[in-house]
């Protein structure tokens, strides 16, 4: 949705009637938001989210695919439509909010979901960690910290004891924590929004931007905030610059419009700069707001005045913002993540039809039917004595994804050690202090990357090995590699510790792998990547910390430090991506293989199906012929209905 500069004007999307939406009566919004419908109100369900319009079609849907599946006898099958509807339920869309310090990053976030006092915005008290907002029917929040790596609970007014710099030290107030997060009834996240306030880009500079940008990488949308005072910083366009290749959605919001009354040279300056140094960037929206005005809003809102609500709202810009929130980036995510659960259900209901189609050609006695199925069988047996073949082929690719990983480590270790020289060249009275906690934070940033690589190279092998056997025509063996997940072999983690990643999802992350298998391999590999960010490394970052807050008095030991720091990255990270794909490699062959064995299972039931038909009376086959017609029929009716929602998903 492009925002063109000088098209200013307003509509007021908030919880309020259309009749009262007006035009701006100037200075404030930069937007094309047309009052759309508040995204307020609660679904039932109990996650509070409203979804995609067509949700509930496509909820009826899979709901009458599993009935038609379980009467199949396809019960496996079944209870994944059912697990993939469940899941797509409860996602929000992430939007990690990003800028310079102090550009009125937690404010914009307070004002989106009304609430002034939610975060910290005093002059002096930056923002220490990231802090995810997200929807809650009840008020609370958690801190997930070294000593509570599963969260604890804290009361929303101490959440600046846990995610704020101590203004004289310009260290974080509490030790050891990995991120907050905050749960509210906002209508906005309510309508299937997570945001994400993070640490201004220029303070610990290394440490929390190389988090945010591992967060990036797996949000819907980066809402990128400057202001009315000054132009975009070096810093900011080189963040900008490796923002790009991690997410394709950003927003530039121009905030504190009430205090700079020349910030509409400020944003021409910016949107020139983006062009030159950002083209990438070129063409996404602006938005110029007030979070004062949208609070001062909310203020008369409560105090019953709502016309003073109504035109302060206006002012504040906030309604084309919201909008574009609401249609573009959560709705967008909806519809993705609908029409994925709908595909993946679609591609199980044809191996059912498939199936119906082989017994119903049984029934009538095909002879070429039984030839058919004899050769399916054959194919099969080929493909278990080629089973070395394959598997060769698994190792050449598993090595190759392994020297890729590597190749990657290395490259994001030299940037990490650049950017962190940079800030020990930098110097500053707070170097001493703060750089343990920018290493600390860095490395978490970099470990993060490193996983979702990890975790998408993996899931392109397991993806092209399910390929590989339904290219022939065995697709059974890619729907059973994502049937198998609930079978027991399978390791499973206890319970993975609350990362942060975890709380960010991105919805495209089927559809970049494309097909029903690469959602297989997404949860098969997942097991075992918890443990990467997760405790060994939490402790082995604290013993680095201490090592390098022992001697960091001179720059040659901080050098030092930091040399062994990246030493001890290496060596983790390259064990870690080792162990991943030595298991992930030994569970492809495991299912595979299990995978061959049931569908040579169900092949023979048919052939028994097909011998025994050419013993049973003709008036009794005609009977049976009947029903599983009937089936088959309904069946592809539903395949059809599935095709139709589909086409409106991705319209
Ligand atoms: N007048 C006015 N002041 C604002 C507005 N937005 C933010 N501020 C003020 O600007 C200052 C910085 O705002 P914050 O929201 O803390 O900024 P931030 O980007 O989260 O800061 P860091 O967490 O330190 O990076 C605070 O004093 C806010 O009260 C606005 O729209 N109008
Ligand atoms: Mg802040």
Redesign the pocket.
């Known amino acids: 949705m492009a925002v063109e500069h000088g098209q200013r004007r307003d509509g007021y999307a908030g919880d309020r009637p259309r009749s009262q939406e007006r035009q701006a009566a100037g200075g404030g919004g930069a937007g094309d938001g047309q009052g759309q419908p508040a995204a307020g109100g609660g679904r039932a369900g109990g996650n509070g989210r409203r979804g995609h319009h067509l949700e509930g079609e496509a909820r009826r849907y899979l709901a009458d695919l599993v009935t038609a599946l379980n009467e199949q006898g396809r019960t496996a099958s079944a209870a994944g439509v059912e697990r993939l509807a469940d899941e797509a339920g409860g996602q929000a869309a992430t939007v990690v909010v990003v800028?310079?310090?102090?550009?009125?990053?937690?404010?914009?976030i307070n004002a989106l979901v009304g609430r002034p006092e939610l975060?910290?915005?005093?002059?002096d008290v930056?923002?220490s960690v990231h802090v995810v907002v997200r929807y809650g029917a009840r008020e609370h929040a958690v801190v997930v910290d070294r000593e509570h790596p599963q969260g604890h609970e804290i009361p929303l007014e101490d959440i600046d004891t846990y995610a704020a710099l101590d203004p004289v030290t310009q260290r974080p107030r509490a030790g050891g924590v990995e991120h907050v997060e905050v749960y509210l009834p906002a209508p906005l996240l309510a309508g299937g929004l997570a945001l994400i306030?993070t640490?201004?880009v220029g303070?610990l500079v290394a440490g929390h931007t190389a988090i945010t940008l591992a967060t990036l990488a797996k949000a819907d949308a980066l809402l990128f905030?400057v202001n009315g005072r000054s132009e975009l910083t070096a810093s900011e366009l080189r963040f900008l610059t490796l923002a790009t290749q991690r997410v394709s959605t950003v927003m530039f919001v121009l905030?504190?419009?009430?205090?700079f009354p020349g910030w509409e040279k400020v944003l021409d300056a910016d949107r020139e700069l983006v062009a030159r140094k950002v083209p990438d960037y070129a063409g996404a929206p602006w938005f110029t707001?007030?979070?004062?005005?949208k609070s001062d809003a909310d203020k008369a809102e409560l105090a019953g005045r709502s016309d003073t609500a109504a035109r302060r709202y206006q002012s504040s810009g906030f309604g084309a913002l919201e909008a574009a929130l609401r249609d573009s980036v959560a709705g967008r995510a909806d519809a993705v993540r609908l029409a994925n659960t709908v595909r993946t259900a679609l591609h199980w209901l044809r191996l059912a039809i498939i199936e119906a189609g082989n017994r119903a050609g049984t029934l009538g006695g095909d002879p070429a039917l039984t030839a058919r199925v004899r050769r399916q069988r054959d194919l099969l047996a080929d493909h278990e004595r080629r089973g070395e073949g394959w598997r060769e082929r698994l190792e050449r690719r598993t090595r190759a994804e392994s020297a890729a990983l590597r190749r990657h480590a290395g490259d994001r270790l030299e940037e990490l050690r650049w950017t962190l020289d940079q800030r020990i060249r930098q110097g500053g009275g707070e170097l001493h202090t703060q750089f343990p906690a920018d290493v600390d934070a860095a490395a978490r940033g970099l470990l993060m990357g490193f996983e979702s690589d990890l975790r998408s190279r993996l899931s392109a092998v397991a993806t092209a090995v399910a390929e590989e056997f339904g290219a022939e025509g065995a697709e059974a063996v890619a729907a059973e590699l994502v049937v198998a997940v609930d079978l027991p072999p399978v390791p499973r983690a206890e319970r993975p510790p609350r990362g942060l990643l975890d709380q960010v999802d991105r919805a495209s992350q089927y559809v970049d792998l494309g097909t029903v298998a690469a959602t297989a391999a997404t949860v098969l590999i997942w097991p075992w990547l918890g443990p990467l960010v997760g405790v060994a490394i939490v402790a082995a970052l604290a013993r680095w910390r201490g090592r390098v807050d022992e001697r960091a008095n001179r720059e040659a030991d901080l050098r030092d430090g930091l040399e062994r720091v990246l030493e001890g990255l290496r060596r983790e990270m390259l064990a870690a991506a080792d162990d991943a794909v030595a298991r992930t490699e030994q569970a492809l062959i495991l299912h595979v293989g299990r995978s061959l064995a049931r569908a040579r299972h169900e092949l023979t039931a048919v052939l028994e199906d097909a011998e025994e038909a050419l013993g049973l009376e003709r008036e009794a086959l005609r009977a049976r012929r009947a029903a599983a017609d009937a089936r088959l029929e309904r069946l592809e009716r539903l395949e059809e209905r599935g095709d139709d929602i589909l086409g409106r998903l991705d319209e």
């Open positions: 800028g310079e310090k102090k550009r009125g990053k937690s404010s914009l975060l910290f915005t005093d002059v930056a923002t306030d640490p201004g303070g905030v905030t504190q419009t009430d205090r707001v007030s979070s004062r005005r």
